[in-house]
């Protein structure tokens, strides 16, 4: 799918499963600095789109293959942009599947516009919490970076030595971190507080591993948003998506299957795939 | 056949991660997506759009790495590419 323009910036935007109006749109949100929709294009976007969705999945602002801007990094950019790239493709209500930073951009999208998210899988979501040091962990670590990127002209060291993958990708964060305003946006992002989870109407289901540095989040949700169902991933941390794939579409196809129509297919019922 | 898809392929190559990096590196049959090209995962989705642009979607790069886990996909070869490239042509002939 060609790239879509909104808010006058260029979103790369992936579609799998034709558009066919019968069919519930599900769209993907990842998360920050090193990640992008190949994260969910590899993993589980392609079952949901067998299991009867369209999936459409794009990179957030100055991620992946989408136009890098100088600021506008905060969650409430975030799901100006998400309506935007839906007002675009014509797509009114959407179910959302976010992971991680996604999380958050998700829970105020749906707060924001209930009556255009249907339902949401939150995996690993960064955002529910009672107090402003809910982002603290994800700055602490990001900021870290940013300093060691700064000092240690690591990306060009491993350009340098042929590591072309892994220098574009730390070229890439040291863009994100220490030439936009990136930190700051996300420092002035507020968490999404109880009495806000507790007016979300949409049902949800979140996915937490058990080692999980945000697993509170997870019980959080479940014990404010009305319509929450949590899973928690025994002997996983904070990347279920990519190393817990096959569990998480046991899960998450039947509960998109009840909520959004989609099909349950049947190797999800044997865990074969 | 083959040898128009291999032609093809490392042009979309040179197209995904830019003429100057595949200078140094020559390309073929063997040569892998991830520890020879350094292709990341998100060049890789970029590379799946170029194929369905000149091949239609018979060419589906996300139903060929369906059943494979991230691991799988980035030992592919461009061999492997090619091989697929041509089955599904010969499919549709």
């Known amino acids: 799918m060609p790239d879509v323009t909104a808010r006058g910036v260029r979103f790369h935007v992936q579609a799998i499963g034709p ?15 090193l990640d992008n929709l190949s994260s969910f294009y590899y993993t589980i976007a392609g079952p949901v789109a067998d299991a009867g969705a369209h999936a459409v999945l794009y990179d957030l602002r100055g991620h992946g293959r989408s136009e890098p801007t100088p600021d506008g990094y905060g969650a409430d950019d975030a799901v100006a942009d998400l309506f935007g790239i839906l007002d675009a493709l014509g797509h009114h209500r959407v179910h959302l ?9 998700a829970l105020k999208a749906a707060l924001a516009r209930p009556d255009r998210i249907a339902g949401m899988v939150l995996i690993e979501a960064y955002g529910p919490g009672e107090d402003a040091g809910w ?27 042929g590591w072309r993958k892994t220098g574009r990708q730390i070229a890439a964060a040291d863009a994100l971190i220490n030439r936009t305003t990136l930190l700051d946006d996300l420092a002035r992002t507020e968490p999404v507080r109880p009495a806000e989870l507790a007016a979300v109407r949409c049902p949800v289901l979140a996915v937490y591993g058990q080692h999980s540095d945000v697993a509170e989040a997870g019980r959080l949700l479940l014990r404010t948003v009305p319509g929450c169902t949590l899973h ?11 190393e817990g794939t096959a569990e998480l579409l046991e899960v998450m196809l ?20 | 056949m083959s040898d128009d898809a291999l032609t093809q392929v490392v042009r979309m190559l040179a197209e995904v991660v830019g003429e ?7 390309i073929g049959r063997d040569t892998t997506f991830n520890d020879d090209l350094g292709l990341e995962s998100i060049e890789f989705v970029a590379l799946a759009d170029r194929l369905r642009d000149h091949y239609g979607d018979g060419v589906d790069l996300a139903a060929f790495i369906a059943g494979m886990d991230i691991d799988e996909i980035m030992d592919l070869t461009v061999g492997d590419l090619v091989d697929h490239i041509a089955a599904t042509e010969a499919a549709h002939a």
Do not use: I, K
């Open chain 1, 19 to 33: 558009p066919d109006p019968g069919r519930p749109v599900v769209v993907f949100l990842h998360g920050l600095v």
């Open chain 1, 97 to 105: 599947v976010a992971n991680s930073f996604g999380g958050v951009v």
């Open chain 1, 135 to 161: 982002v603290e962990g994800l700055l602490n670590t990001l900021t870290a970076s940013a300093l060691g990127l700064e000092y240690d002209r690591l990306a060009d060291q491993l350009l340098a030595a």
């Open chain 1, 232 to 242: 928690v991933m025994a002997g996983h941390a904070h990347t279920v998506l990519r």
């Open chain 1, 254 to 273: 039947p509960w998109l299957a009840h909520h959004a129509g989609t099909r349950v297919p049947v190797t999800a019922a044997g865990g074969a795939r």
């Open chain 2, 20 to 26: 100057d990096f595949l200078l140094d590196v020559e």
